[in-house]
C-alpha cells in the first residue's frame, strides 16, 4: 500500500522531470516563460476563491464571456452580445470555434451553469443574480437574461476583471456545490493545465492550448484576441524574495511579478531587464474599524481614528519615500476609477493627531486599548500594522497591536466578540484596484451591518444607494451616485483609504508584449532567444 | 534481532500515538481555519459555514481526531484541505528533494567531521586542534540562512559555479541534480560538521585514555594504527549516536535551508501547511518526521551491535 | 591513563590531615577560577559580560525609542543622529541591537530557566517512581520524536507571536532532552553508596533528592544549559526568518536578520550587525559551555 | 655474585611530573634484574611502582610525565635515548607487559585472536596462515581450552582468568626477554590468581624470561619473587631477596609493611552463647524476572540460614559470585529477598513496610570509601544526617559526631571538611563513624578493607574490633579474603555459588577446613604458610 504511494509518487517526479529535462534540452525549439507569481497555486477552483493567483489561473485555463478594453469597456470575448429596446432582455451568442481542452464544444448550457455558481460567490453576481428575473438557454449557442428593470448590471457584470471573475467551466464542474472546490482543471482557454506537471504550492506549468482560436481583433486590456506566443509558461513560487532576485540576476527566471519594491535597484538600470508598473494592477490599502465593540461603535472615536491616520508614512513603509510607485488617494473608490472623488481629502491624506486628540477628550474615550491585528507573512501588509499602531497611538490611542500571521487574520477578524473573548478593533488590508472601483462589488463599501463584509457597519443609507446603482444604465447617474457613497463611507468611516501603491513587474529583456490588464496575462507575450 | 526490533517496532506505536494526539491538539487548537483560507479574503460568513461543513471541521474535536487515527491506521491520510490533492501524493512529491538534501548532508557532515575530530583528537592541544574547535564552535554560532545567503553571492552570483536556486532531481540527469544541489548542502551541514567533529574529538580522546589503548602501544603499534584501529572503532557507538541524533535535528534546518535555495521539499510544505493551516498534511508530515525518527533511532540501536561486540540483541 | 596526584601524597596516619587549598565552599568560586583561566573563556565572559551591560543599561546607552517608525528616513546610512543608520521602517538600528540585547538574552535565559525547571521536575519525577516514568517518559518521547523546530512554529501559531510564546515554544522541545538527562543521572546515582547509605540513615525521599541526588545534575545541567542558552538564541533567529518569531516590532536581533534579509545585497550592515550580535553572544557562551564542560564533566558529550 | 646475564638494569631513575611538581614522584631509583629473575616490585598506592614499569615500557603519558633522570638499560640498550620507532619495536619483542585489568586492557570490539595476531603482523613478517598457527599454539601453551572458539571470541565473552592468559600469550608470543607484569593478578580470585601465577612461573622457567612483578600483595610476592625491591612514596627503601625482606627486614617501613599483612592464622575465639542480634532463616534471592520469550532469572542466594550474636563478629567468605554481598543487601533490605526470613532482634523484617525502625538498628559500611560519603556534603553532615533524620536535636547531634570522630581517631574540627579531602583509609573511618553514631547492634562490612592498602587495613580491622570492643556492637563482615577474615570474624560462612557450603567457628573453618571448596580457597590463598606478622613460617597446630 504504502510502496505502491511511494512507487506512484517516484513515477510522477520522474514524469516531470522527463517534461523538465526534455524543456531543458529544447529550448531552440520550444519557447518557456518561467515566471514567479506572488503566490503559489495550490488550489484550481478559480471560482470559490477570491485569491487573486486562482484569478490569474483562471485567465490561463478559461475564457469569459465578455472582457474590459485597456479603456474600462466591456467588449466582446466569448460572446457576443444584443440588448432588447426596453433595456430588460439580454442576449449573449456563443462565438464559433469554442472547445474546451478535451473536446467538448463550449455551449450555452456550460455558460448558463457557470454563470449560476459564480453568481452564488461573487458580490456583484449576487447583485446581478438578485435583480435578475431569469437566465434561459435558448439554444446551443444562445442564452438570454432578462431583468425586470432596465440595468446595465449584466456587462458590469459579465466584464467583471478581477476579484473573482465570471470564467466559464464544463457544465459538469459548475454543477458543483460552492461549498466543495472543483479538482478539473478543464477549461476553454488559451493554456491548457499541465495536471502531471502540477506540483501544489510549488509549481504549475501551463502549455499553449493548439485548438484554441482567438478572435481577430488585436489584444487590448481582457478584450481581443488571445494570441499564445510561447509554448509553456511554468509558473514557480520563490518563499524568499532574495532568492528569487538572485535568480532572476543570473538568468534562471523571466518574469518576477511582484519584486518587493525594496529590491528594485538591483535591477533598474540593467538592461537585461525591464521593469514595468501596471496601475490596473495595483492596490489599495485600507483600514478598517470593527463597529460592534468599543471603542469604535462611537462614532466621534472613529472619526478620531480618521483623524489620526494619514497615507504617506503607510506607502513610504511599503515601497520607499518618494516612491514612484505609490500615491496618496482620498477617493474610496480609487483615483482611477470613474467614481474617483476627492471629498475630504486632507483629512484622509493627512495625519492630524491634535485633532485627533481633541475628538477623543470629546467622545470621552477612556483609554482602553485598541487591539490591532498585524498580518506579518504578508510582503504588502507586513509594514501596516506598525504605521497604523504609531499613528494611532500618536493621537491618543492606547493600541495592543497582536502580530500573527494572516490566517489567524482571516480567523479572528470573523469573530463579533468583545477583545477579551477573541475579538478585535482594528484590521488592515488591501485590495485590487479593479475590485475597489466597483461600488457593488467592493466588499469594503458594503454596509449592511451584520451581513456585511468583518467590522460589520450598519449604515442603510449606502446600502440604498448602491441597490440604486445597481439598477442604474446611465452613466452620469452612476458617478453622481457613486461620489456619494464615497461621502457616506468617509463621514462614516465605514473604511478608511491609505493610498494606493503598484506592484511592479520585472521581465527579461527577451520577454515582451505584456498587456496592460487588470491581471497579468500571458497571452500575446513573445520571447525572443 | 528479530524479536528486538518487532519489540521496538511495537514500542514505537505508543510513541508515534502521542505524536498524533499532540500534533492534532496543538493544530486544531489554533485560531484560523483552512476554510477561510481557500476562500480567500473576501469570502462570506455563509460560503465558509458551507465549506467548513463539507470539510468535516465542525465536528466535535475528538470525532475528527478518531476519525483521522482510524483512517491513517487504514492507510488513508486524506486529502490536503487546501489543495484537494491525497497528502500522500502530496508528501511523496516533495519528499525526494528532502531526502536528496538530507542524504548529502549527512555524507558531507561525516565525511569532513570524522577525519576533522580524529586529527584534532591526535594532535590535542596543538594549533590544528585548537583551529578546528574554534571553527567548530563558530559553525553553530551563525544561522543558517546567513551562511546560505554568504555562499550563494561568493558562488553562485560572484563565480556563477552553481545556480542559486531551485531542485531537479536525479532522474533529469546528475548535473542538474548535483549542481543544485551542492550550495544547499554545503550550508545545511556547516552546523552538523561542527557538531558531529566535536564528539568525534572528545570520544577519541576518551577512548585514548583507555587501557586497551596502552596495551596498543604496549605491543609496538604507531600512533596512526592505534588511533585508526583501536581508538576509532571503540568511538563508534558514540559517534554513530550524534550521527543518529544530527538526523534527527536535521529538519529544523531543512525548513530555513528549503526555504533560502528555493527547494521543493518537506520543509517547505509543512511551513506553507501551516500558514494556510492545512491540517492534514502537517499532520501528515508531522508524523511522517517522527516516524523517521523513530526509524532513525532503531536504526543506531541497531548499528551499535554492528561496531561493538557487546551489544547484541 | 590517569595518575592522581592526590594519591602519591596523600597520608595514612590518622592526624596528618593534608592542606587542601579553598575550603569546600570554595568549590564554585573555585570552578569560576578554573574556567576563567583560559583566554578563549575569559574573553567570552568579557564579551557577554559587555552584552549583558548593554541589555541592562540600554536606554543610557544613547538610544532612542527602538520602535518609533519612520518610514520617511527609511534605509538611511550612518550618521550623527542614526549611529548605524537606519532600517525599512526609518526605526534606528544602533537602537534596535542594544535594546535587542534584551529580547536575546531574555530568549536564551528565558528558555533555560523552563527547559531545566520543568526538565528537572519530569527528570526527578521519572527516575526516582517506577509508574511516573512509564507514563511520563511515552509523553517525552512523544515530544522528543516531533521536530523541535515545527512544534515551535505551530505553537508560535496557535497563541499568536508573543515574547512569551516563542520562549515556550522554544523552551518545549528542549524539556525532553533535559529530563532524560536529569533522570539519567538520578537513574545512575541511585545505585551509588552514598545514596544507599543516606537511606540506611532514614533520609526520606525529597531530602533524598535535593541533597544527595540533584547535586549531581548540577555540572551536566550547567555545560547542558550553555547549550539551550545559544541554541535558544539561534532557534529565535531562525523562527524570525521563517516568520514565526517575536512580533516584528519588537527589537530583536532575530527580527532585525530576517527583516534585514531582503537588503542582503543592497545594505548587508542589517543584516551584519545583527548577526554578528547573535554569533557573538552564541560564540561566547558556546565557548564558556565548552571550558565549563571539560572542567566539570568530561563525559558530558556523551549524552548530548 | 651472579653470572646470569643483566637484562634490566635500572640506574638511577627520577620520574617527574610534567611541569615538575614540587617533588619528584620517582626518586632515584636503581635496581637490576637477571635472566630468569623475578623481581617484586613492592609497595602501597602512591609508592610509584606502577609509573616505574610503565617508563621501562616507554609509555609514560607524554604530557604529564617524563623520566629526568638516569638510565633504563635493556639488554644494555639506553631505552630512555632510543627513537620512538626503535622503541616500538623493542615493545612486545624485546620487553611485554602484562597489565592489571584484564577486563580493559583488551580492546573490546575486535576477537583476541586478532588482538594477540597484531603482535606478529607488527614484528615479523610471517603470512597469515603461519601466524594463525602461532597464535593458536601460543594460546595452548597458555592453557587456554578450545583456542579455535577462544580464537573467534571478544573479550567480554571470556572470564577474567581467559582474558589475561591472552593478555600474557600475546605479551610472551615473541618471548621477549623482560616480562613487566603490573600487579597482573589483583582483580582476580584468588584461586584464579593462583593458576596465573603458576603460568607465567612456568613460561618463564621454560623461556628464562625475566620478570618484573610489581605488587602490593606480599603473598604473592613471597610465591613467586626471587628479589623484591620496596619502594614508598617515590623512594627506594629496600632492596633484597626473599628470605632478607621477609624474615629480616632492615628498614622500619618494610618491617611495618611485612607486618601489616594479614595472615591465614585464625584470631579470635568464638563469642560466648550471648543473645541472637539477627538470624537469618531460609534466605533466598532471585533476580531477573520471567520474559515473554525466556526466563531471565538468576538465583543469587538460596537456602541462607545463620545466625550472628550480640558482639559477634560473622565473616561471610566467598569469591566473586558466591552471592555474598546479596545476603548482605538483602538482610538490610537494600535488595528485597525473594525468600525466607531475617529476624532481628526478634522481628521479622522481611515483611515489615516501614523500615526506619530497622534501619537505625542495622547499619551498612560499604566498600568504596570514596563513593560512599556524598562528596558535596561536609563530614559533619554527613554524621549529622541519620541522628537528625531520627529527631536528634541539631546541637545534640553535632556533639555525638564529634564523639564518635574521636572514637574513629579522627579530630573532631574536620566536621567543616569534605570527603576529598581525606585519604581512602580516613574516609573508610569515617563512614565507619557515620554507621556507628547510630548506635546499631548489627553492623554489616561488606567489603569495607578491601580496596585499602595493607597497612591502612589493619588498622581500620583493628578499629572495627575496638568498636567491637567498647559497644558490644555485631558484625557482619563480608570479604572475598580469607586471611583477612582470619583476623577479626569469630564465625565464618563461606560460600560459594549462592549457598552456604560451610559454617562454624572460624578456627575450626580455617584449620579443620570439612569442605573441598573452603581447601581449596584456603590453598589458592597466597602464601597460607607465612605468618607475616612473626616474620616466620606458619606453626601448625596439629
Known sequence: ?529 | MFGFVLKRVLSAIPVLLMVAVIVFLVLRLSPGDPAVMIAGPNATPEQLEDLRTSMGLNRPLLEQLFIWMGNIARGDFGVSLVSGKPVADLVMDRFGPTLALSITTVILAVAVAIPLGVIAAWQQGKWIDRLVMAGSVVGFSVPVFIIGYVLILIFARKLGWFPVQGYRPMSAGFGEFASRLVLPTVTLSFPYIALIARIVRTNVIEVMNEDYIRTARAKGLAERGVLMDHALGNAAVPIVTIVGVSITMLIGGVVVTESVFNIPGLGRLVLEAVLARDYTVIQTVILLFSTIYVFINLSVDLLYGLFDPRIRY | ?304 | MNDTPVVLSVEDVTIDTRPAGRKPIVRNITFDVREAETVCIVGESGSGKSVTSMAIMGLLPKDSLQVTGGRILLDGEDVLKVTPARMRELRASRVAMVFQEPMTALNPVKTVGDQIDEVLRLHTKLSAAERRKKVLHMMERVQLPDVERIYRSYPHQLSGGQRQRIVIAMALILRPRLLLADEPTTALDVTTQKQILRLIKELQEEEKTAVVFVTHDFGVVSEIADRIVVMNRGDLVETGTRDEILTHPKEDYTRMLVSSVPSLVPRCDPVPKNPKVMEVIGLAKRYGKKGFTSDSTVLAAQGISFTVRKGEITGIIGESGSGKSTVARCVMRLTEPSEGAVVLNGQDIVPMHNLRAVRKQVQYIFQDPYRSLNPRRTIGQSLMEGLVNYGVPEKEASRKAAETLEMVNLPAHVMNRYPHQFSGGQRQRIAIARAVVMEPSLLIADEAVSALDVTVQAQVLRLLEDIRTNTGVSILFITHDLRVAAQICNTIVVMQRGRIVEQGPARDVLAWPTHDYTRALIDAAPAPDWDFQNFRPVERAV
Open chain 3, 1 to 304: 591513563m590517569t595518575f592522581e596526584p592526590d594519591s602519591a601524597v596523600a597520608p595514612n596516619a590518622p592526624l596528618d590531615l593534608p592542606e587542601m587549598e579553598g575550603s569546600g565552599k570554595g568549590g564554585a568560586w573555585q570552578v569560576l577560577r578554573d574556567v576563567l583561566s583560559s583566554w578563549p573563556a575569559r574573553i567570552s565572559a568579557i564579551v557577554l559580560l559587555l552584552i549583558v551591560l548593554m541589555a541592562v543599561f540600554a536606554p543610557f546607552l544613547g538610544t532612542g525609542n527602538p520602535v518609533t517608525i519612520n518610514p520617511a528616513l527609511r534605509l538611511q546610512g550612518s550618521s550623527a543622529e542614526h549611529w548605524l543608520g537606519t532600517d525599512s521602517y526609518g526605526r534606528d538600528v544602533y537602537s534596535r541591537i542594544v535594546y535587542g540585547a534584551r529580547i536575546s538574552l531574555a530568549v536564551g535565559a528565558g528558555t533555560v530557566i523552563v527547559s531545566l525547571v520543568l526538565g528537572i521536575f519530569f527528570g526527578v519525577l521519572t527516575g526516582y517512581f517506577k509508574w511516573a516514568d512509564i507514563i511520563v517518559m511515552r509523553f517525552m518521547d512523544g515530544l522528543m520524536a516531533i521536530p523541535g523546530i515545527l512544534l515551535a512554529i505551530a505553537l508560535v501559531a496557535i497563541s499568536g507571536a508573543t515574547l512569551t510564546t516563542v520562549l515556550i515554544a522554544i523552551a518545549v522541545p528542549e524539556i525532553p532532552r533535559v529530563a532524560r538527562m536529569v533522570r539519567s543521572v538520578i537513574l545512575g546515582v541511585r545505585n551509588e553508596p552514598y545514596v544507599e547509605a543516606a537511606s540506611i540513615l532514614g533520609t526520606g525521599v525529597w531530602k533524598m533528592v535535593w541533597r544527595h541526588m540533584l547535586p549531581n545534575t548540577v555540572a551536566p545541567l550547567i555545560v547542558q544549559g550553555t547549550y539551550i542558552f545559544a541554541s535558544a538564541i539561534m532557534t529565535e533567529s531562525i523562527l524570525s526568518f521563517l516568520g514565526a518569531g517575536v512580533p516584528p516590532e519588537t527589537p530583536s536581533w532575530g527580527n532585525m536578520m530576517a527583516d534585514g534579509r531582503t537588503f542582503f545585497l543592497l545594505k548587508p550592515e542589517l543584516i551584519l550587525y545583527p548577526g554578528v550580535m547573535v554569533s557573538l553572544t552564541v560564540l561566547s557562551v558556546n565557548m564558556l559551555g565548552d571550558v565549563l564542560r571539560d572542567r566539570l564533566d568530561p563525559r558530558m558529550a556523551k549524552r548530548l
Open chain 1, 1 to 529: 500500500m504504502f510502496m505502491n504511494r511511494f512507487q506512484s509518487g517516484l513515477l510522477k517526479t520522474t514524469l516531470l522531470s522527463l517534461c523538465l529535462s526534455t524543456a531543458g534540452f529544447a529550448a531552440q525549439a520550444e519557447t518557456t516563460i518561467t515566471a514567479v507569481m506572488h503566490a503559489p497555486l495550490r488550489a484550481v477552483d478559480p471560482v470559490i476563491s477570491t485569491a487573486y493567483i486562482l484569478r490569474n489561473y483562471g485567465y490561463m485555463v478559461y475564457d469569459t464571456l465578455l472582457a474590459r478594453d485597456s479603456q474600462g469597456a466591456p467588449q466582446p470575448q466569448m460572446a457576443d452580445w444584443t440588448v432588447s429596446d426596453d433595456g430588460k432582455t439580454y442576449t449573449f451568442t456563443l462565438r464559433d470555434g469554442l472547445k474546451f481542452h478535451d473536446g467538448a464544444p463550449v455551449t450555452a448550457e456550460d455558460a448558463v451553469a457557470s454563470l449560476n455558481r459564480w453568481s452564488q460567490v461573487d458580490k456583484t453576481g449576487q447583485v446581478m443574480a438578485a435583480l435578475m428575473s431569469e437566465m434561459t438557454v435558448v439554444d446551443d449557442k444562445t442564452f438570454t437574461m432578462t431583468f425586470p428593470e432596465p440595468t446595465g448590471i449584466a456587462l458590469i457584470a459579465l466584464s467583471k476583471p478581477s476579484g473573482v471573475a465570471p470564467f466559464i467551466l464544463p457544465k459538469a464542474a459548475a454543477e458543483t456545490p460552492i461549498s466543495q472546490p472543483i479538482t478539473s482543471t478543464i477549461g476553454s482557454g488559451p493554456f491548457k493545465f499541465d495536471e502531471a506537471a502540477y506540483q501544489p504550492g510549488v509549481s504549475a506549468t501551463f502549455l499553449k492550448n493548439e485548438d484554441y482560436v482567438p478572435r481577430t481583433e488585436p489584444a487590448d486590456g481582457l478584450a481581443g484576441g488571445k494570441v499564445v506566443k510561447v509554448d509553456k509558461v511554468v509558473w514557480t513560487t520563490m518563499p524568499d524574495s532574495m532568492t528569487a532576485v538572485n535568480a532572476m540576476l543570473s538568468g534562471e527566471i523571466d518574469f518576477y511579478e511582484q519584486i518587493p519594491h525594496d529590491l528594485l535597484p538591483l535591477v533598474e538600470g540593467n538592461p537585461d531587464f525591464t521593469t514595468e508598473m501596471y496601475r490596473k494592477q495595483g492596490s489599495q490599502n485600507l483600514v478598517r474599524l470593527n463597529f460592534t465593540q468599543p471603542p469604535f461603535d462611537n462614532p466621534k472615536i472613529r472619526e478620531a481614528a480618521l483623524l489620526a491616520l494619514g497615507q504617506q508614512s503607510m506607502l513610504d513603509a511599503q515601497v520607499g519615500a518618494g516612491s514612484q510607485y505609490a500615491r496618496t488617494c482620498p477617493a474610496v473608490f480609487g483615483c482611477e476609477s470613474p467614481y474617483a472623488s476627492d471629498y475630504a481629502a486632507d483629512k484622509i491624506l493627512e495625519p492630524h493627531p491634535e485633532e485627533a486628540k481633541a475628538a477623543l477628550a470629546e467622545a470621552g474615550y477612556d483609554g482602553a486599548p485598541v487591539l490591532l491585528m498585524h498580518a506579518t507573512d504578508l510582503n504588502n501588509l507586513a509594514p501596516q500594522g506598525p504605521v497604523i499602531g504609531q499613528q494611532l497611538r500618536d493621537a491618543g490611542f492606547t493600541v495592543d497591536m497582536v502580530s500573527m500571521d494572516w490566517a489567524s487574520v482571516v480567523a479572528r477578524r470573523a469573530s463579533k466578540a468583545p477583545v477579551a473573548e477573541g475579538g478585535w478593533n482594528v484590521f488592515s488590508t488591501t485590495n485590487v484596484l479593479p475590485d475597489v472601483g466597483d461600488p457593488i462589488g467592493f466588499i469594503g463599501v458594503a454596509a449592511g451591518g451584520a451581513s456585511s463584509w468583518f467590522g460589520w457597519p450598519d449604515v442603510p443609507e449606502i446600502e440604498e444607494l448602491r441597490g440604486k446603482l445597481a439598477s442604474t444604465s446611465d452613466p452620469d447617474e452612476q458617478k453622481r451616485i457613486g461620489q456619494e457613497i464615497d461621502k457616506l463611507v468617509i463621514d462614516n468611516e465605514v473604511m478608511i483609504p491609505m493610498g494606493e501603491f503598484y506592484n511592479v513587474t520585472v521581465k527579461s529583456a527577451s520577454l515582451t508584449g505584456q498587456l496592460d490588464a487588470e491581471a497579468p496575462v500571458f497571452w500575446n507575450m513573445e520571447k525572443s532567444e
